[in-house]
């Protein structure tokens, strides 16, 4: 079945410069791949998600970026801000039905 | 989103008992999903639902029972609950389409197995 790889565990910035989370899939048919956000005891929220017919997909500073060929996926977030703190996790659909299948998540804590 | 909702927030159990979680959606989503989330693993899939009386197992199905008689609610259902399924417990839905849709999530069942 499908597995997906996240990396960094943990993502430590200083407020106003980048942050990037990187994602790979095993799965070459997934064709979804969306990012949630998580803060501290609540529930996962997505931001941003991308098909796979597109390469590139914005939305003011957070930005999502798929490589099919290498089966890999990114998400950036450029001028960060404290209230960006929290847990990121990218998914993948599987090859079968509606599901989507999650990467380990990522800490990224802000620093003011 | 107030249209997923699930209960007990939280729940304390002994090993062994039956434990029901609950979950209601009002969106009439046909897809119905529980996911477990543990530290380092990310949120894991343990079954899911295509629509009223059709559900299949994801990837941590054991000790998990699962029933869908009407579309809007979808109980998990530990029969003897272990240590190993302390864990937050997640209901969500999405609304099927050619491509696959973002997952709605509920806020979540803190459960804990003593």
């Known amino acids: 079945g499908e597995n997906v790889e996240q990396h960094p565990s943990t993502l430590s910035v200083q407020e106003g410069d980048s942050a990037v989370i990187k994602c790979t899939y095993s799965?070459?048919?997934?064709?979804?791949f969306p990012w949630y956000k998580q803060e501290l005891g609540k529930r996962p929220q997505l931001i941003i998600d991308?098909?796979?017919?597109?390469g590139e997909k914005k939305d003011q500073r957070i930005a999502v970026t798929l490589n099919k060929t290498a089966k890999h996926f990114s998400l950036h977030i450029t001028e960060t801000q404290p209230e960006d703190s929290a847990v990121y996790f990218c998914?993948?659909?599987?090859?079968?039905?509606?599901?989507?299948?999650f990467g380990a998540g990522t800490i990224l804590r802000v620093k003011s | 989103d107030a249209g997923i909702t699930q209960s007990p927030r939280y729940k304390i159990t002994e090993t062994g008992r039956q434990v029901t979680l609950m979950c209601h959606q009002t969106?009439?989503?046909?897809?119905m999903f529980w996911y477990r989330q543990d530290l380092g693993h990310g949120l894991r899939l343990i079954y899911y639902s295509a629509a009223a009386d059709i559900t299949d197992k994801g990837e941590v199905p054991d000790g998990y029972v699962v029933s869908r008689s009407k579309t809007e609610n979808f109980p998990l259902t530990l029969e003897s609950a272990t240590r190993s399924q302390t864990s937050v417990y997640f209901c969500?839905?999405?609304?099927?389409?050619?491509?696959?849709?973002?997952?709605?999530f509920g806020n979540g069942t803190r459960l804990t197995v003593t």
């Open positions: 991308i098909r796979s017919n597109v």
């Open positions: 998914a993948a659909s599987s090859r079968y039905g509606n599901k989507l299948v």
């Open positions: 969106w009439s989503h046909s897809y």
């Open positions: 969500a839905s999405s609304v099927p389409g050619t491509d696959n849709s973002p997952l709605h």
């Open positions: 799965d070459s048919a997934s064709n979804y």
